[in-house]
């Protein structure tokens, strides 16, 4: 009986290590990485937005290239407007143009330079040299004359004082000291050419002594027979938007020629071929599918886009009637790739612009209307290009409003992780707590079944004792 009482009472707690707790940031943190799961294919959805407007924006930016080039062939004053002169002798005479001045050609002779007028002195031994008292009456072409007086009043009573008073008077001439072997001079060259500006010097007290070394007279000019004077040898408004420039005289005609820059023309021509091919390679590079790829282009199979590019195929295939057959870009060794891309034969379009420039200009402008290759791009990729109705503006405005949306449901979402994780927090704390508590709480259960068990082991000997008695 006795032997059956005397077990020792204690709860088992092998295998639990109830001293340390548990790790409870580690546990919020874990719950939080499984609760997050979800936010990956929102992500990945934000990134594909995001992927989506870059590549709107950069063909965007391409578009308004391609405008920029397409209008500088629509501009009627632009590069296919620029015009260049030639002449067949330079030594006469050279010639420049500007945009607008009419193709052909035109003779000039000259047969006798404008001149300007001049004045000098003879020498004295030095520009501080004084000059006698006096005075000397100064006239410019019909001008009124007008009386320089020299004396120390005036602080003019030398050559070097006397150039700079004639300087700041505003006599129509510039006046200036010239030093040599013989000394100084004093040298007068009127501000105005030909007859106009012609010197004359009278009545001169000075002691000085003036001699006018060139008489200002007119240019003699024919142009297309037609006898001209001209009081400067830089001549405009003779051929119109032309500046005659005479170097020499001859007595044998010069012809000027006048015919389109082919060169501004080409220039601009292949500036709007690369701009195109920009646009057309960006949109390539969109709808090109790679079988098994990790990921595809962001704007496979936009019908924006598509649109865009279905309207540029229509535009580089517009075509005009007649134009001395210069009426698609074929015509002008411009060809379409089968890639939708332009390529440039430069020898066909050099062709084209030296036999019939005219009829190349008006290929891309028409002139006197809104048609014309050049025209109808323009008009067309200002609606493209629209800002509100342009169909990239629009397909990017829906991108991000789908992405703001995304934005805030990732942001509710991971705010709502966060509120849960506080709650984890505490809820794993309050665990960790108790289990750091058990251990004691253990301690003094065992404490009190070894006391009862003690207790009952003397009891049960006791019993034993009474009852041998």
Aim: charged share 10%; proline share 3%.
């Amino acid at each position: 009986m006795g032997n059956s009482m005397g077990y020792g009472l204690s709860l088992n707690t092998t295998g639990l290590d109830l001293n340390q707790g548990i790790d409870v940031e580690q546990v919020v943190e874990d719950l939080e990485q499984a609760a997050e799961a979800p936010l990956t294919p929102l992500e990945t959805q934000e990134s594909t937005y995001t992927s989506q407007a870059s590549a709107v924006n950069n063909i965007n930016s391409l578009m308004g290239d391609l405008q920029t080039a397409v209008q500088a062939l629509q501009d009627p004053l632009g590069a296919l407007a620029q015009t260049t002169a030639t002449s067949s002798n330079d030594s006469v005479v050279t010639a420049t143009s500007t945009s607008g001045a009419a193709s052909g050609s035109d003779s000039v002779t000259v047969n006798s330079l404008a001149t300007t007028s001049a004045y000098d002195t003879d020498a004295v031994a030095s520009g501080t040299t004084a000059i006698t008292d006096g005075s000397f009456t100064l006239q410019v072409g019909s001008n009124s004359a007008q009386t320089i007086d020299v004396n120390s009043t005036n602080n003019n009573d030398t050559l070097d004082s006397l150039a700079s008073y004639i300087n700041s008077g505003n006599y129509g001439v510039t006046a200036s000291v010239v030093t040599d072997a013989n000394g100084a001079l004093l040298s007068l060259i009127s501000n105005t050419s030909g007859a106009p500006g012609n010197l004359t010097i009278s009545d001169n007290t000075t002691g000085l002594t003036f001699n006018q070394t060139v008489t200002g007279a007119n240019s003699s000019i024919e142009v297309n027979g037609i006898p001209l004077n001209t009081t400067s040898n830089t001549v405009t408004g003779v051929i119109p938007d032309v500046t005659l420039t005479l170097t020499g005289t001859s007595s044998s005609p010069a012809t000027i020629t006048v015919g389109t820059d082919t060169g501004q023309t080409t220039t601009a021509i292949n500036n709007f071929v690369s701009a195109y091919n920009a646009v057309i390679q960006a949109i390539n590079t969109q709808f090109t599918y790679t079988q098994g790829a990790s990921s595809q282009p962001p704007l496979l199979g936009d019908a924006s886009l598509q649109a865009v590019q279905q309207s540029l195929y229509d535009d580089v295939n517009y075509a005009i009637s007649g134009n001395s057959g210069i009426n698609t870009l074929a015509s002008l060794g411009i060809n379409l790739q089968s890639d939708g891309t332009l390529e440039v034969d430069s020898g066909t379009l050099d062709s084209a612009l030296a036999s019939n420039s005219s009829a190349v200009i008006n290929f891309f402008q028409e002139a006197g209307s809104t048609t014309g290759f050049a025209n109808n791009f323009s008009n067309n990729l200002t609606d493209l290009n629209d800002p509100t109705t342009g169909p990239l503006n629009l397909d990017l405005q829906g991108i991000d409003q789908s992405e703001t949306a995304l934005q805030d449901q990732i942001t509710q979402f991971q705010d709502n992780i966060t509120q849960q994780a506080q709650i984890w927090l505490q809820e794993y704390s309050q665990v960790n707590s108790l289990l750091q508590t058990l251990p004691l709480e253990l301690e003094q259960l065992n404490a009190e079944l070894g006391n009862i068990a003690g207790t009952s082991s003397s009891s049960s000997s006791s019993s034993s004792s009474s009852s041998s008695l």
